[in-house]
């Protein structure tokens, strides 16, 4: 069962990404992580494969890149989600949305789902019940995400923007439901707000357009702490009214492309309208992300024993079993 610290309001007040304390933090780690990882830099030298992209990350807060990743592999691992669920397997807290929406409950008071009500339950009904489904150990059941997150173009992608190699801070993979209910918890606009700066790498398990639900992100907030008001979800109108349209990007691709983002900027999970979307999400930063309680990431200790040194250093603080 999930396991997460949720605020019992909706103030923002662990809102700590921008300021100078969240920086120093930040840049200390960076300095010694430089100074760690100084054996290995020349793996990291002119290698400008992904300058163009990395300038987009750093000047929108966001890139797209087009075919990153092997497309049969990707939908292997969309079709092992589905059976997952399908029989009620491996499955972290699903919550029943539909009864939160019945009895008016706050958004930080949740009702959860038992696996095995989930297995007597037929996928029309589950998919009316609940906004998604997370999957549980994602380094365990989709032991290829490993391989996917340690490559070398992934690793020297990841180093073009932080200048070292950061680690894997949170990660998991989700089914989304097309349904009825309203959007709710991160299909709200946000910030994550755990470091300076936040790698969000988004690869989605199927093809996905505007009626798929796209990861969603307001262009060049990575680098305005301007806004307003201070709490935890926004709508689209006050991201809108106060940024502009325009700055709203639904960030659509296919299986197989690699979307980053620079999540202390505005973004959100857009609802599935007529189609559900499967993604893999994965954090990566310089240090722990602050405030937050997440479960512990783990991974067999054989598979990080297979890993080279330089590729070791992404799951330096994930939890060997
Ligand atoms: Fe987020």
Redesign the pocket.
């Known amino acids: 069962m999930i396991n997460k610290k949720i605020n019992k309001d909706n103030n923002e007040n662990y809102f700590i990404s921008f300021t100078p304390e969240a920086q120093k933090f930040f840049y200390n780690h960076k300095i010694s992580k430089i100074l760690n990882q100084k054996k290995h830099l020349d793996f990291f030298f002119n290698q400008n494969e992904y300058a163009s992209s990395v300038f987009d990350l750093k000047s929108r807060g966001y890139c797209v890149i087009k075919n990153f990743f092997n497309k049969s592999l990707i939908k292997k691992l969309s079709q092992r989600t589905n059976n997952f669920i399908k029989n009620g397997k491996n499955l972290d807290g699903v919550r029943d949305n539909l009864r939160e929406l019945k009895e008016k409950k706050n958004f930080y008071e949740r009702i959860w789902l038992s696996n095995k009500d989930i297995k007597k339950m037929s996928d029309k009904k589950l998919k009316n019940m609940t906004n998604g489904i997370t999957i549980s150990e994602p380094l365990i059941n989709f032991p290829e995400l490993t391989k996917i997150f340690s490559s070398d173009r992934f690793i020297r992608l990841l180093f073009n923007f932080y200048e070292c190699v950061p680690e894997l801070t949170y990660i998991k993979v989700r089914k989304a439901f097309a349904n009825n209910l309203p959007a709710n918890d ?1 299909q709200f606009f ?1 910030r ?1 707000s755990g470091s300076f700066n936040l790698l969000k790498a988004i690869v989605y398990l199927n093809d996905v357009d505007i009626n798929t639900g796209p990861f969603t992100y307001t262009e060049g907030t990575h680098n305005k702490f301007d806004f307003p008001k201070r709490k935890l979800r926004f709508t689209d109108k006050e991201i809108s009214n106060y940024y502009g349209k325009n700055k709203i990007k639904n960030l659509v691709a296919k299986a197989g492309d690699l979307v980053l983002a620079n ?1 202390t900027g505005f ?1 959100k999970g857009l609802k599935p309208k007529i189609f559900d979307r499967n993604v893999c999400i994965a954090n990566f930063c310089l240090h722990k992300e602050v405030g937050f309680t997440y479960n512990k990431i783990v991974m067999k200790k054989n598979n990080f024993a297979k890993l080279n040194p330089i590729q070791k250093l992404i799951f330096k603080s994930v939890k060997k079993i």
Request: charged share 20%; net charge negative.
């Open positions: 991160t946000h994550d999540t973004h």
